[in-house]
């Protein structure tokens, strides 16, 4: 590869890091927990200005300032429930990964012993008790997951 | 103390990273069990005006805490991919300087909400 494409390689970094071919497991539960990280980032934006109408409203006496930013909310009909659904799904995710992480990188824990690197340089911290923990969380996560998706539904009338 | 963890370097970022997200994991726990089900309130029932201001005023602290943990949390996360994209100095200056910003008006506006509440 000239040094020309390699240029370009870095250049697009960004495109090239959320495309998942080749990628292992870890490397799959990195991308996930990014992109659930920036969905919760930006929801954490929004619902500070969406809660501040909370504020006003008892700052003017008038809880209609609530009601009538709610109502904007509702105005987006499904699209409302399905964003908190992903958003839901996010913290879920990243709340329980970010755990897992914790254990890996505070505490040394999940990771296997550290050895000398040899072809193929398969890596030690995708030891068995790491692969136990990302499919007990993935499973724990999608069933609450399906769950919260089942509330909000509910709260639609559609069940 | 080790070279690596003087003051104001990024490996004190990431423990403080830590500590807030450990924090997180019980204060945001609370808060998603007050729009549960669990409250015997459909999730529509959650959002009315009384419930709300009930618990914003009741868990005042429990709120602050998840605010200013949260506010952090994500926007120093949002700052690291950002700068693990964007390479140029100068660039890299200007994400701080707006992540700074940005972090301070969110708890500006959020610490405001629940002293007015």
């Known amino acids: 590869m000239s040094s020309e494409e390699q240029e370009k390689g870095y250049k697009s970094g960004l495109i090239r890091s959320l495309n998942p071919k080749g990628f292992n497991l870890e490397r799959y539960t990195y991308m996930l927990h990014r992109i659930t990280g920036v969905i919760l980032a930006l929801y954490l934006i929004a619902h500070i200005f969406e809660i501040y109408h909370v504020g006003l409203a008892v700052l003017n006496n008038n809880p209609q300032i609530w009601y009538s930013t709610l109502a904007e909310l509702s105005s987006l009909g499904i699209l409302e429930q399905i964003g908190l659904w992903i958003v839901a799904g996010s913290a879920l995710y990243h709340g329980a990964n970010g755990l897992r992480l914790i254990l890996n990188e505070v505490f040394g824990m999940l990771l296997g012993k550290p050895v000398l690197p040899e072809y193929p340089y398969s890596p030690t911290s995708l030891s068995r008790p790491q692969k136990a923990a990302v499919y007990i969380i993935t499973a724990v996560v999608v069933a609450l997951w399906i769950w919260a998706g089942l509330y909000l539904l509910a709260g639609l009338g559609v069940i | ?117």
Not at chain 2, 101 to 108: D, K, M, S
């Open chain 2, 1 to 117: 103390m080790p070279s690596q963890y003087s003051l104001l370097k990024e490996s004190w970022v990431m423990i403080l990273m830590y500590t807030l997200a450990l924090i997180m994991i019980f204060v945001l726990t609370f808060h998603l069990l007050l729009v549960s089900p669990l409250t015997g309130k459909s999730f529509d029932e959650t959002l009315s005006y009384s419930f709300v201001v009930h618990n914003l005023t009741y868990y005042r602290i429990v709120f602050g805490l998840l605010l200013y943990a949260a506010v952090i949390h994500g926007m120093n996360g949002l700052r690291i991919i950002l700068l693990e994209w964007i390479h140029p100095k100068r660039a890299q200056w200007a994400i701080n300087l707006v992540i700074i910003a940005l972090i301070a008006v969110l708890l500006a506006i959020g610490t405001y909400t629940l002293i007015v509440v």
